[in-house]
């Protein structure tokens, strides 16, 4: 097995999702707005088994392929949790996260989010070189 097929098939998953999502219920499959909207109680039919997906999808994994996903995580606590801030604080300033602008939003060739693309490239290039440097 080539190790680029859980990855490949994690992709393919994602997009899969996304599709029917839109396709079934006209929704945009970015995360952050489901996940806003679950925890505000709307739409919990839809949201709360789209959520459930993402968090069964080590368990599908372990069965697909017989071992859990190798998960590295070389940060401490401290940053881990000062980036899920930032990322929180920036997909609501972005409207949108990176599975809403990259997943759906690039297929539909829409101006804004291939802007936030390259924000959230860019900036994600700038961070680990910057970490990089700081020996973090």
């Given at each position: 097995?080539?190790?680029?097929?859980p990855?490949?098939?994690?992709g393919?998953?994602?997009?899969l999702?996304?599709?029917?999502?839109?396709?079934?219920?006209?929704?945009?499959?970015g995360?952050s707005g489901i996940?806003?909207?679950l925890?505000?109680?709307?739409n919990?039919?839809?949201n709360?088994?789209f959520?459930?997906?993402?968090?069964?999808?080590p368990?599908?994994?372990?069965?697909a392929?017989?071992?859990?996903?190798?998960?590295?995580?070389?940060?401490?606590?401290?940053?881990?949790v000062?980036?899920?801030l930032?990322?929180?604080?920036?997909s609501?300033?972005?409207?949108?996260?990176?599975?809403?602008?990259?997943?759906?939003?690039?297929a539909r060739?829409?101006?804004r989010?291939?802007?936030?693309?390259?924000?959230?490239?860019?900036t994600?290039?700038?961070s680990?070189?910057?970490?990089?440097?700081?020996?973090?």
């Amino acid at each position: 097995m080539t190790p680029y097929l859980p990855s490949l098939l994690g992709g393919m998953l994602i997009g899969l999702s996304a599709a029917m999502l839109l396709l079934l219920n006209g929704r945009i499959a970015g995360i952050s707005g489901i996940v806003g909207r679950l925890t505000q109680g709307a739409n919990v039919s839809t949201n709360l088994p789209f959520v459930a997906g993402l968090a069964l999808g080590p368990i599908v994994f372990l069965f697909a392929f017989g071992h859990w996903p190798d998960v590295q995580i070389t940060a401490g606590w401290p940053l881990i949790v000062v980036a899920g801030l930032l990322v929180g604080f920036g997909s609501r300033m972005g409207s949108g996260c990176t599975s809403g602008h990259g997943v759906l939003g690039l297929a539909r060739l829409s101006p804004r989010s291939a802007v936030a693309v390259a924000t959230f490239l860019t900036t994600g290039v700038v961070s680990v070189a910057m970490m990089r440097g700081a020996g973090l």
